[in-house]
């Protein structure tokens, strides 16, 4: 198993390291009777075949009793899980929300900034430098944050992302987190995690989603809380400069036009000499 730096962690590696121990008691035990029945009932001389059906007890209450078990690992183990990673979001004013819109072939990852509103975002403003179409002249938008496979976190605070794609189907996995979820078209999917311990991870998409699909490696860095305010910070946008004022200058000299037919052969100004 990957490093586990989440608070949920254990619940889903618990699970995982149940279901194996449980899958090879399985194998095993029917290697076993494969084994034993394939010399047991071997062809050899002064044998002969029934062809009579035998009822066995032992066979009825193994499949029970393994029917059973397996209604306790779903009832006792997997609901309880799920429901905690699935259903039991943090309370809203403890969180920490985090957009990632999901493209061919990138994470886009959009802060609400300092005032924790996401801005305003629109589909037509999208273009190569907007990748999430945020509506800069929105208030709320001004200090919102977008970064590109960069997802920065503080540590010991709990991270809701709502997930979205542009295009097709990708799948926003961070194994140090235990979290892998499909980023689905036309949906908004929310995922929670909890980091335990700074540290410098990875972001991967787990469907094969195109082309550049290997080119969808994200850095998952989890900060101290300070660290993280203050990396915030450098990226929060700039306040746009003012236009400075005009300087009182004479108006310049206006260049006579060039006529078209005239620019390749006009010579250059003989100044100078
Ligand atoms: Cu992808």
Redesign the pocket.
């Known amino acids: 198993m990957p490093f586990d730096d989440s608070t949920h962690g254990y619940s889903i590696d618990r699970l995982i390291y149940v279901i194996h121990i449980f899958m090879i008691l399985l194998f095993v035990g029917w290697l076993i009777f494969l084994i034993y029945s394939l010399i047991k009932f071997r062809q050899r001389p002064g044998h002969k075949v029934i062809y009579k059906e035998n009822h066995f007890k032992a066979p009825t209450y193994i499949e029970v009793a393994v029917a059973i078990f397996e209604l306790v690992l779903l009832v006792g183990f997997s609901f309880p899980v799920v429901h905690h990673v699935r259903a039991m979001f943090p309370p809203q004013k403890d969180a920490l929300e985090i957009r990632v819109v999901?493209?061919?072939?990138a994470w886009n990852i959009h802060y609400p900034g300092s005032d924790g509103i996401f801005g305003k975002t629109n589909l037509k403003l999208i273009s190569s430098t907007n990748p999430v179409g945020l509506d800069r002249d929105d208030p709320n938008a001004k200090d919102d944050i977008v970064t590109i496979n960069q997802l920065n976190i503080p540590v010991h605070k709990p991270i809701v992302v709502k997930l979205s794609?542009k295009d097709?189907?990708?799948?926003f996995s961070i194994p140090v987190m235990r979290v892998k979820q499909d980023?689905i078209p036309g949906q908004v999917i929310p995922v929670w995690f909890e980091a335990k311990e700074t540290g410098n991870f990875e972001i991967a998409?787990?469907?094969?989603?195109?082309l550049g699909?290997y080119r969808?490696r994200g850095f998952f860095n989890i900060q101290t809380p300070e660290e993280f305010n203050a990396w915030l910070a450098k990226n929060a946008p700039k306040p746009k400069p003012k236009p400075a004022p005009h300087p009182a200058q004479p108006a310049p000299v206006a260049t006579p036009p060039v006529s078209v037919s005239t620019v390749g052969t006009a010579a250059a100004p003989t100044t100078g000499h």
């Open positions: 999901a493209e061919q072939f794609t097709v189907i990708h799948s980023v998409c787990a469907q094969l989603c195109g699909h969808m």
